[in-house]
């Protein structure tokens, strides 16, 4: 259930989004609604949406219901701090975000030394392609002769007849013969 805060709130926090929660300001930025701003009236994690005070509209029996939106459409523009719970994720998420930024400046300093091992990695991989592939040796008709030797030598008595197929259309017959009865 989580958005995105309002650029003003990600400068202060340090965070880019947070999941929302009952008592903050919110920002529809997209849809038919776009646009409008109010309070988190409920969230329902079932359904996977969110109920902004304001946000309503009329049945046709002329009743008001609130309308849902989905929380990846709207954004933070003031966070309900009172609860010490939410205070402590923000600042989780606050030295999560500090060492992920320390681990790409890092990541691009060594960049330069990683590129030149995949070109080596390149090189080694031609070489790899360049070796000759062994062809199959070929046959000589001296081995075909032999083999037919071999099957002219059995007996007859050996040999086993084939079995003739049943073609379909007496399949079919003799199932309707069968069906019929």
Known sequence: MAAPLSPELTASKGVKTLPVKKG????????DNAGFEGKVNRVDLKRYRIFLEGLTREKVDGTNIFVSVHPSKVMIKNLKLDDKWR????????????????????KAVKKPAAKVVKEKMVDKKAVVQKKP???PAKKTGKKKTAAKKKTEEKPIAQTKPKAAKKSPTTHKAASKTKGGK
């Open 24 to 31: 903050d300001t919110v920002r529809v930025m997209r849809g």
């Open 87 to 106: 205070k402590a994720i923000v600042e989780r998420k606050k030295v999560l975000a500090l060492s992920k930024k320390e681990e790409n400046v890092k």
């Open 133 to 135: 592939v062994k062809k």
